[in-house]
């Protein structure tokens, strides 16, 4: 008898903890996992990544079970940029995009993010080997060639000198954009010409500025820049006016309308070719979300808040091109 009843008690116990735990774990599955995206930049604290982040973070508010954000080293270091990478694997977030300093660099540690299943995207590196996906927001010979055509319409002629900015030798996409508009102007503007080898110093208002004030004093022919990279035309921009040089170099670059509306109006810079900083932090998290939970990308119609898309292979392009101008700079809100 004695035996029955603790045989009867100790099932009462374990049927009241099975109660206990199913109700526990039935509260746990009507939450949602919560994601940590992290977008790892070429440098941290300049306006373009700013939108960038801000992007990410309203999106991951949207969705709700979504932590995003950008980090980044202080200078566009790749060494540091891939150490980074790393940090995040060892932390073992869900998800990373990085905007290379340089691809190579980097590539060891996506492949780390990737064999420890993180997904992994690139930004601005369609020959990246170890990502899921690359996003371009932009189609990449087209962005070029826009910059290069808008710079030779400045000069009013169809024949010169000028030289070409980027952000960095390494930088991937800078230079892919570089490559397509000296394609365009060696297919349609023959008469033109590079005055020098490629300038890398688009990171840094005051190297883009300094190489300006170098070019103008080397090279008397030179008719105009045509800058890929943030900062290098407000750079520019600022050479030209402390030279009186305004009506004497065109410039066209890539640089944020808030950024760049005081020298469009004056004319130290003549445009503006871009893409949404804001909207790429939105990709990045609609596609990694999409990704995480368990869906093919071939099935995504668009992605929410930016607009449509393709894909070519494992790269995804939207067709996002700005051109921004003195009569409608003060229209973007960024």
């Not at 087209?142 to 710079?151: C, H, I, Q, S």
């Not at 119609?301 to 930016?306: A, K, P, T, Y």
Request: charged share 25%; glycine share 10%; aromatic share 8%.
């Amino acid at each position: 008898m004695k035996k029955k009843v603790a045989l009867l008690v100790i099932g009462m116990l374990l049927l009241s903890v099975s109660v206990l735990f199913a109700g526990s774990e039935g509260e746990g599955s009507a939450e949602k996992e919560e994601y940590e995206i992290v977008y790892v930049a070429k440098l941290i604290g300049i306006p373009w990544f700013n939108l960038t982040e801000d992007g990410m973070k309203a999106t991951a508010e949207e969705i709700g079970n979504v932590k995003a954000y950008v980090v980044g080293a202080p200078d566009p270091d790749p060494a540091q940029q891939a150490r980074m990478v790393e940090d995040m694997v060892a932390k073992g977030v869900d998800a990373i995009c990085v905007v290379p300093n340089d691809a190579e660099t980097v590539e060891p540690a996506l492949k780390k993010a990737r064999d420890a299943g993180i997904i992994v995207l690139t930004h601005e590196s369609e020959k990246s080997r170890s990502n899921h996906y690359d996003i371009e927001m932009v189609d990449i010979r087209d962005f070029g060639a826009r910059v290069m055509e808008k710079m030779i319409d400045f000069t009013g002629t169809d024949e010169g000198g000028y030289a070409v900015m980027v952000g960095g030798l390494t930088v991937p996409t800078h230079n892919a954009w570089a490559d397509a508009g000296v394609a365009y102007q060696e297919k349609n503007f023959p008469k033109f010409y590079q005055v020098t080898d490629r300038v890398p110093c688009t990171e840094s208002v005051e190297d883009s500025h300094d190489r300006t004030l170098e070019l103008i004093k080397a090279y008397p022919d030179l008719k105009g820049l045509a800058i890929y990279g943030s900062l290098g035309g407000i750079g520019a921009a600022q050479a030209l006016r402390e030279k009186n040089m305004t009506d004497k170099i065109s410039v066209v670059c890539t640089s944020l309308p808030n950024q760049s509306a005081q020298y469009l109006e004056d004319g130290s810079m003549d445009w503006s070719v871009l893409y949404s900083p804001y909207d790429c932090g939105v990709s990045v998290v609609r596609v990694a979300h999409w990704l995480l939970e368990g869906n093919e990308l071939k099935d995504l119609d668009e992605i929410s808040g930016v607009g449509g898309f393709r894909l070519d292979g494992k790269i995804i392009i939207v067709e996002g091109i700005i051109d921004i101008n003195k009569d409608n700079v003060d229209t973007y809100g960024f």
